[in-house]
């Protein structure tokens, strides 16, 4: 049975830092694709930032791009989100996501059509 489990998320000012973790099982991280997601309050799901972990081939949503950072751990089994810089607009619950099977054609979308698997997601609240 496939887990992802999210934490590292709370409540930081404008211009704070958290790091997400998503800690994978019944699955190995490695050479797939990966993402964070976040969906605040009557939005929709949105892609952030994913990653092939097989080449760490990355891609980010202009929203996040240069603030956020996603790595992975395969010794671990775990997806990072390091988020600095951290906006009110960034609130939101934050997701990972993997895909079933290691498909990869130059680049993981950021559309939750192409994942598979979820986490139930963590809070991040950021105050002005």
């Known amino acids: 049975q496939v887990q992802l489990v999210e934490s590292g998320g709370g409540s930081v000012q404008a211009g704070g830092s958290l790091r997400l973790s998503c800690a994978a099982s019944?699955?190995?991280?490695?050479?797939?694709?990966m993402g964070w997601f976040r969906q605040a309050p009557g939005k929709e799901r949105e892609g952030i930032a994913t990653?092939?972990?097989?080449?760490?081939?990355?891609n980010f949503a202009d929203s996040v791009k240069g603030r956020f950072t996603i790595s992975q751990d395969n010794a671990k089994n775990t997806l990072y989100l390091q988020m600095n810089s951290l906006k009110p607009e960034d609130t939101a619950m934050y997701y990972c996501?993997?895909?079933?099977?290691?498909?990869?054609?130059?680049?993981?979308?950021?559309?939750?059509?192409?994942?598979?698997?979820w986490g139930q997601g963590t809070q991040v609240t950021v105050s002005s």
């Open positions: 996501a993997a895909r079933f099977d290691g498909s990869y054609s130059g680049y993981c979308a950021r559309s939750t059509y192409a994942y598979n698997y």
């Open positions: 019944g699955l190995t991280i490695s050479r797939r694709c």
């Open positions: 990653i092939y972990t097989g080449a760490t081939s990355t």
